[in-house]
C-alpha cells in the first residue's frame, strides 16, 4: 500500500470519529483530503475508471453549483462578501477528491467499512464523557463545539448508516456485526439524549426509502405489514420514552399557543421566520437579497410588525430551513443550486441502486440514506452554515459516490479486516 493509499484508508476510516471529537477537525481533514486528491490525480492507474459518465459528470457541476450561485448574487448586488463563499465552497473543493477516489483500490477504499460504527460510538462517549448542556434546565446534550441540533442529527445519521452498513462489503464477521448494532443504537441513544426532534423526522423518511427498495419483488402482506410493524414500533418509543414524548408534545403545545398569539415559542419563531422569509423571497426572487441578506433584514422586519423582536434576534442567526436561507440569500438560483446538492447526488445513487456489485449496490444504498437524512434535517435547521456540517456532508457523500463508482463494473472481494 502506498503513501497515498494509506492516507485515504486513514481517512475513509476515521474521518466521521474525528470530525465528532475535535473542534476544526472535519475542515482540517477535509482539506487534507482534497490536497491528497490534487496530489492523486495526475498519476492515474491503468485498468482503474477515469472517465465519468454523464451522471459523474452532472455530479461534479452539482458541486460547483453552490458557490457559482452564491458568488452571482453576491457580485450582482455589488458586495461580494467573501466570507459567505466558504461554506459554498467546499462543494467545489471535494470534487478532487472523488475524482482521486475512484481511482483507488477497492481494498483501499473498503477502510470506510467502519466509518459510521465509530463515528456513532465516538458520539456516545462525547454525550457521556465530554458534553456540554446548551440548554437553560432541560439538559439537552452537545459537545464542546456543536450544538444539541447539529450533533444530535449527526449522531443519528451515523447511527443509521452504521446498522445499514451490514455485510456492506462481505459477509460481516460476528465482532463486526456486533460493533454495527452497537454503533446504531449509540447513535439513536445519543440522539435522543441531544433532544433534537427535527432530526427525528429523519427516520420515517429513512424506513420508507429501505423499505421501497427491499420491498421490490416481495409479496403483497410483506408490503402491508412491515409498515404497520414500523408504526406500531414509533408507538411504542413514544409510549416508552418520556424525553420523546415530552419533545413531541411540545410541539403540539407551541403549535397551540402559536394559534392563540403567543408566538414566541420554539416552533413559533420558525414559523415567523419561514413566513418572512417567504415573502422576502417573493419580493427578491432571482438573486435574492444577497450575502447575510435575511439577516440584514431582520431589524426592518421587526419594526414592521413582520415578526416579534425574539425571533427578529433569533433570524439574525439563521432561518431555521436551509433552502428557504439560500433562496432568501441568493434567489431561485441559490434555490435551485441547493436542490442540486441534494437531487444530482441522489440520482446518482438511485441509478446505481441497479448495479450487478453488491457492494456498489450496498454503497449506493448508504449514500442515498445520507442525502435524505440531510435533506430532512434542513427542513428544520441551516445545516450548512456551519463550516463542520456542511464539510463532513460534502465529504462523505463524494466518499461514498467514488466507492459507488468504482466498485459498480463488478462484485469486489477487497477485505480490509
Not at 89 to 111: D, G, K, M, T, Y
Amino acid at each position: 500500500m502506498t503513501a497515498g493509499d494509506s492516507a485515504s484508508a486513514f481517512l475513509l476510516l476515521t474521518y466521521p470519529a474525528l470530525a465528532m471529537l475535535f473542534d476544526g477537525a472535519a475542515s482540517a481533514l477535509m482539506i487534507a483530503a482534497v490536497l491528497l486528491g490534487l496530489a492523486a490525480l495526475p498519476t492515474g492507474r491503468a485498468g482503474h475508471p477515469v472517465r465519468l459518465d454523464g451522471l459523474g459528470r452532472a455530479f461534479c457541476i452539482a458541486l460547483a453549483a453552490p458557490l457559482a450561485a452564491v458568488a452571482l448574487s453576491t457580485l450582482a448586488h455589488g458586495h461580494p462578501v467573501f466570507p459567505v463563499w466558504d461554506s459554498p465552497s467546499r462543494f467545489l473543493l471535494v470534487i478532487p477528491v472523488f475524482l482521486a477516489l475512484r481511482r483507488r483500490p477497492e481494498r483501499n477504499l473498503a477502510w470506510a467499512d467502519l466509518a459510521f460504527p465509530a463515528g456513532a460510538l465516538a458520539t456516545l462517549f462525547i454525550a457521556i464523557f465530554l458534553s456540554h448542556d446548551w440548554s437553560a434546565g432541560d439538559h439537552r446534550l452537545g459537545s464542546k463545539f456543536l450544538n444539541p441540533i447539529h450533533f444530535g442529527d449527526l449522531a443519528l445519521a451515523f447511527g443509521v448508516l452504521s446498522a445499514a452498513a451490514l455485510n456492506w462489503w462481505r459477509k460481516d464477521k460476528p465482532w463486526v456485526v456486533a460493533l454495527k448494532i452497537a454503533g446504531l443504537f449509540a447513535g439513536l441513544a445519543t440522539s435522543l439524549l441531544s433532544g433534537s426532534r427535527g432530526g427525528w423526522l429523519a427516520l420515517p423518511c429513512v424506513l420508507a426509502v429501505i423499505l421501497w427498495e427491499r420491498g421490490r419483488g416481495k409479496s403483497l402482506r410483506w408490503k402491508v405489514l412491515m409498515p404497520l410493524a414500523i408504526v406500531a414500533l414509533f408507538g411504542i418509543v413514544y409510549g416508552a420514552s418520556s424525553t420523546v414524548r415530552e419533545r413531541i408534545d411540545v410541539v403540539a403545545s407551541n403549535l397551540t399557543q402559536y394559534e392563540h398569539g403567543h408566538e414566541d415559542t420554539s416552533v413559533g419563531v420558525r414559523l415567523q421566520l419561514y413566513k418572512v422569509a417567504v415573502e422576502l423571497i417573493a419580493q427578491h426572487p432571482v438573486l435574492g437579497l444577497g450575502g447575510h441578506g435575511f439577516r440584514d433584514a431582520m431589524n426592518s422586519m421587526a419594526q414592521q410588525g413582520r415578526l416579534t423582536p425574539a425571533a427578529a434576534q433569533l433570524g439574525k442567526g439563521e432561518v431555521h430551513n436551509q433552502l428557504l436561507a439560500y433562496a432568501a440569500d441568493y434567489g431561485i438560483v441559490g434555490g435551485l443550486a441547493l436542490l442540486a446538492i441534494y437531487a444530482v447526488p441522489a440520482l446518482f445513487f438511485a441509478r446505481r441502486l441497479r448495479s450487478a456489485s453488491a457492494v456498489a449496490h450496498n454503497t449506493a444504498m448508504l449514500g442515498l440514506l445520507f442525502i435524505v437524512m440531510f435533506f430532512v434535517f434542513g427542513l428544520t435547521v441551516e445545516t450548512f452554515d456551519l463550516k463542520g456540517t456542511v464539510s463532513i456532508y460534502v465529504l462523505i457523500v463524494a466518499a461514498l459516490a467514488a466507492i459507488a463508482d468504482r466498485t459498480d463494473n463488478g462484485a469486489s472481494n477487497a477485505s480490509p479486516v
